[in-house]
């Protein structure tokens, strides 16, 4: 009996991860990544409106950066890079925080309890420090929860902070219906008179923004340069790795975890004090779980998440604009902002992996 030759036929195609990728050329793709979004957002948009091209791009750049929307964007921007901010120290351990929203809305709440009950009753300047006070020890507390369960009991992060999130709604409901009996499911600036933020040189939001660029600031150094951001990443890497050369992982943990949590509640803080002087049930406006989104493409650089932040925004505020121009469906925003998302997101695969084709000469003579 003649031998039977075993065929073995390789894969059209592999994958494998890319380590020798430039700055330069991950920019390109990124770039490329963003043209072919707008030009898909704009080839859906004329098949719904008619309109060319052109000026729906033209939209979509006035709906962010148009007359006297240009600083109501960047505080958009210093808001939704400060929630960023939070869960980067927490997503560099590994710790997959989805609770950033309830940890938000629970600093948003507390701003708004001492607003509400301590108002006219002290100085503003007074308030305002209590305000703040309160706002990042409510955080705080919101996110230590979770991390001493996780560390002490290993309990599953990402459910546990999930789940904290509609806590936080709950409480803020019942906290409307206590403040208010109208039934108007807001709390707004009627009843919230006093510790609202002061103008600077007659500005709104500025010093919101000055506030979110300190903490970018101080949070690239804390993470960089300082012993703590050392031992965040080592216990990112390898749980094992960090107790072998004794670094208590419990304790680090727990730590980064309220960092992250103080973060959050200044973000309540901004939201309510320095800019809404109000407080709802979607006040974070989904920030939070944007923000993981920011964090992640910006891989978790406080300073490349301002750029990050600002194309998320900018795009977001662009789609609202179209829709709104047009007189499309409201959700017809959300599915440009998801088309545009969708390749950027994508970009990162070619960015981090690439695809090797297999031609095997080998198979074809076998075959033969």
Known sequence: MKNKKNKTHEPLFHISKRTDISISRGIVIRIVAILAALIVCGIVTKVFTGDDPVSIFKTIYLGAFGSGRTLVTIHEIAILLCVSLAVTPAFRMKFWNTGAEGQVLIGCLSTAMCMFYLGAKIPDGVLILIMAIFAIVSGIIWAVIPAFFKAHWGTNETLFTLMLNYVAIQLIEFFLKVADKTGSNVVGPDLLTHGWFPKLFGTNYLLNILIVAVLTAVLYIYLNYSKHGYEISVVGESENTAKYIGINVKKVIIRTMA???????????????????????????????????????????????????????????GADEVASKFGLNADFSAILTGIILFFIIGCEFFINYKINFNHSKNNKKEEK
């Open 259 to 317: 960092v992250s949590g103080a973060i959050c509640g200044i973000a309540g803080l901004l939201l309510v004090g320095g800019a809404s002087h109000s407080i709802d049930a979607n006040l974070a406006g989904g920030r939070g779980f944007t923000a993981i989104m920011v964090s992640w493409l910006a891989k978790f650089n406080p300073v490349t998440m301002i750029l990050t932040s600002l194309l998320i925004v900018f795009l977001e505020r």
